[in-house]
């Protein structure tokens, strides 16, 4: 019986074999065209999974003639990256080390800042892959000596030839059995189901291939479609959707069911995401903190990984849904965005450019430390964005600047 996962066994072995990423390798890829004229370069990969990261990396590997190393952040430590480093300075270094270091965003600032001596001088090409942003996720050090480049989902046509080719290994596996058959319509909707994650396809390929007659149908994908969970595209963003009404609502029953479903599924990074979100737009100013103590839970809950990260990220969502809420900033900034983007207030005031322009007055030297001025460009000088909430922080914040501001035109009359 075999082990091994049919998607590693289907790799590609060469950039004609990819599928997908046609900006990247396709006949006038960036990536093919640097690696044509000799070009290798120290590169971060970012996209969603089973796009073909992994992959492309060994491929640059294969044609490079550099000794090849592979770690996964999520089990490598500094040791095993100074075990690697070493090499550089040996025979098994000669031709440079290439090494491709996976899920880089959990590798802490410490780790991926031992990497850079060797980039600079060349000791070691570093491709590194995340699915997460990569200016926010990796070192700004690193990200300054690397090339990005982004990896798109990939779409129900692109994937037809690998799931024709993982349906004729199937066959050929099950040499004394009839062969099975996966019809055009039937191939497009089960890409579809993957959500653009090739490696996805094909494991609903193979669960459907063992469940079905003679021909595959949409009946057996359903099957695992719904029994898995997580193939439906729709359904990541629809329980995101769900969890920020919930914790909108003040309901922290909702919330719990809603954090357990997310995590369920695996989806640890999303939810950490869009807790971020929800503490700036939905609670923001009613409750400040919040965005302190979310981002201090889902930095704790991506250091712990599931199953434990259940326990900050449970803390933060309830903390949410059970706090006072407010939209005025995010309000607030939408409006001013909204200017921004018609092309008004393209002149900002003279008085506050640089030091260079005179009639800035320091508010510091002032009572209160407030002194009535113009801050806006002259075109928007009226303008009002911010309205304070009715919550009791911004309702105070108010009062006391309704007061000092009142107290100053008096004085100035």
């Known amino acids: 019986m075999r082990t091994a996962q049919l998607a590693d066994l289907l790799r590609p072995q060469t950039l004609d074999d990819l599928v997908g990423q046609p900006h990247l390798f396709g006949p006038r890829g960036v990536i093919r065209r640097m690696l044509e004229n000799g070009r290798l370069t120290n590169m971060i990969f970012f996209g969603p999974p089973g796009t073909g990261k992994t992959t492309s990396a060994g491929i640059i590997a294969r044609s490079s003639g550099m000794t090849f190393h592979r770690l996964n952040?999520?089990?490598?430590?500094?040791a095993d990256v100074k075990a690697i480093l070493q090499e550089s300075g040996s025979l098994l270094g000669t031709n440079g080390i290439l090494l491709y270091l996976d899920e880089i965003q959990y590798f802490n600032k410490k780790?991926?800042?031992?990497?850079?001596?060797?980039?600079?001088?060349?000791?070691?090409?570093?491709?590194?892959?995340?699915?997460?942003?990569p200016h926010?996720?990796?070192h700004h050090a690193l990200v300054s000596r690397s090339s990005l480049f982004r990896f798109e989902t990939v779409g129900p046509e692109d994937m037809q030839p690998v799931l024709q080719k993982a349906l004729r290994y199937l066959n050929e596996e099950a040499a004394d059995a009839e062969p099975k058959t996966l019809d055009a319509e039937t191939g497009l909707?089960?890409?579809?189901?993957?959500g653009g994650d090739v490696r996805r396809a094909i494991n609903l390929l193979e669960n459907a291939y063992f469940s079905s007659g003679k021909r595959i149908g949409k009946e057996e994908i359903d099957t695992f479609d719904?029994?898995?969970?997580?193939?439906?595209?729709?359904v990541?963003?629809?329980?995101?959707?769900?969890?920020q009404k919930s914790i909108r609502g003040s309901d922290p029953d909702a919330t719990a069911f809603y954090v357990a479903k997310l995590l369920s599924l695996g989806e640890l990074t999303a939810l950490c995401r869009r807790l971020q979100v929800i503490a700036n737009e939905d609670i923001g100013l009613a409750y400040s903190q919040a965005a302190v103590i979310t981002r201090a839970c889902c930095e704790s809950a991506l250091e712990l990984g599931l199953p434990e990260a259940s326990l900050p990220l449970g803390h933060c969502a309830i903390m949410l849904a059970t706090a006072p809420k407010s939209n005025s900033a995010y309000l607030a900034v939408n409006a001013a965005m909204q200017d921004v983007e018609k092309g008004r207030g393209l002149e900002v005031p003279e008085q506050l450019r640089s030091p260079l322009f005179r009639g800035y007055l320091y508010p510091h030297d002032y009572p209160n430390h407030y002194v009535r001025q113009q801050y806006l460009p002259d075109d928007l000088k009226d303008r009002v964005y911010y309205t304070p909430g009715s919550d009791k922080y911004e309702q105070a914040l108010r009062e006391y600047w309704d007061a000092v501001k009142k107290q100053t035109q008096e004085k100035d009359k």
């Open 226 to 234: 719904a029994g898995i969970g997580n193939f439906n595209p729709d």
């Open 189 to 194: 909707y089960l890409a579809g189901c993957a």
């Open 73 to 78: 952040a999520t089990t490598a430590s500094l």
């Open 136 to 138: 926010f996720c990796v």
């Open 111 to 133: 780790q991926q800042q031992s990497l850079l001596e060797y980039m600079e001088d060349g000791r070691i090409t570093l491709i590194a892959s995340t699915t997460e942003n």
């Open 236 to 243: 990541h963003y629809d329980l995101l959707s769900c969890l």
